[in-house]
């Protein structure tokens, strides 16, 4: 047996192009989506994240500004930009690139975003939104990672899924829109005793850890579904996610490969939800 992949890159291009459709049909109304990414600093993975935005961007027809601040930039530059942003009429979306430098408060950061152009989804405003059913802008990753899950018709009612991560990024919003399909959620953490034990229950498996091999062959059981998040590097500097790909595809039924899995996704999403913030 030899699990079927979800391709990333291929769903996002689908996406991508009905967003296009969609942001042309606003411009014919006088609308134009546009986009701000704020990058602190020189971090090289967060550069190219947000070159990868940029450009998505551009080539669905939204408006994009990307904001570059040294390294050295005050958590008060910072928030007067982001106000700035917000009390600019021609940005429907604002994205802090994530992580900041060590001097600034991350939390108070996203507090000041206006939750109607949090397009990562990370206010608190739109975490309580996902947690009591109301509408809200989701966290890209894992609303990229629940797309994934869709297309390929699986009926998550009553279903066994475990979140192997409790960020506020992925693994709790994670398990939160898992939970809204009816799925029984189990999360597990650095402080879960039996994590082979739980994950051999699963019908579907979400590693997001940021750690290489978390979840190896032994841990799934037979035709399970795994949505890896995870990207590292392996010893030959490889980009590789958190499960032993080529081992654990033997055993599940449906996989997700890195790269070209959830990453594309995350980056569709964000464009879906500035197009949603932009009114369409």
Not at 53 to 66: A, F, N, T, W
Not at 110 to 120: E, F, R, T
Not at 205 to 221: F, Y
Request: a neutral charge; charged letters at 15%; glycine letters at 10%.
């Amino acid at each position: 047996m030899s699990a079927q992949l979800i391709d990333g890159n291929a769903l996002a291009a689908q996406i991508k192009a009905e967003v296009t459709a969609e942001v042309a049909a606003l411009k014919t109304r006088g609308i134009h989506p546009g986009l701000a990414v704020v990058l602190v600093g020189d971090d090289p993975a967060s550069q190219v994240y947000v070159s990868h935005k940029v450009k998505d961007s551009e080539q669905v027809g939204i408006h994009s500004v990307l904001e570059r601040m040294e390294a050295t930039t005050s958590e008060v530059a910072l928030l007067a930009k982001v106000e700035a942003l917000n009390n600019d009429p021609s940005i429907h979306g604002i994205l802090v690139q994530m992580p900041l430098p060590k001097h600034i408060d991350s939390q108070k950061v996203i507090a000041a975003i206006n939750p109607a152009k949090d397009v990562d989804g990370f206010h608190v405003v739109n975490a309580g939104a996902l947690a009591v059913g109301l509408p809200g802008f989701w966290p890209c990753t894992p609303h990229g990672a629940m797309k994934m899950i869709e297309s390929i018709g699986m009926n998550l009612r009553g279903k066994h899924a475990v979140v192997i991560g409790r960020s506020n990024i992925v693994g709790k919003p994670m398990a939160q829109m898992l939970l809204n399909q009816s799925a029984t959620v189990t999360i597990c953490h650095s402080a879960t005793l039996n994590l082979k034990e739980i994950c051999l229950c699963a019908d579907v498996i979400v590693a997001a850890v940021g750690k290489q091999n978390v979840v190896t062959k032994d841990m799934v059981k037979a035709g399970a579904v795994v949505i890896d998040v995870g990207m590292n590097r392996n010893s030959q500097g490889k980009l590789c996610g958190d499960v032993d790909f080529g081992a654990v595809r033997e055993v599940a039924g449906f996989i997700t490969p890195v790269p070209g899995g959830v990453g594309p996704m995350t980056r569709a999403l964000l464009l879906v939800n500035t197009l949603k913030a932009a009114g369409a």
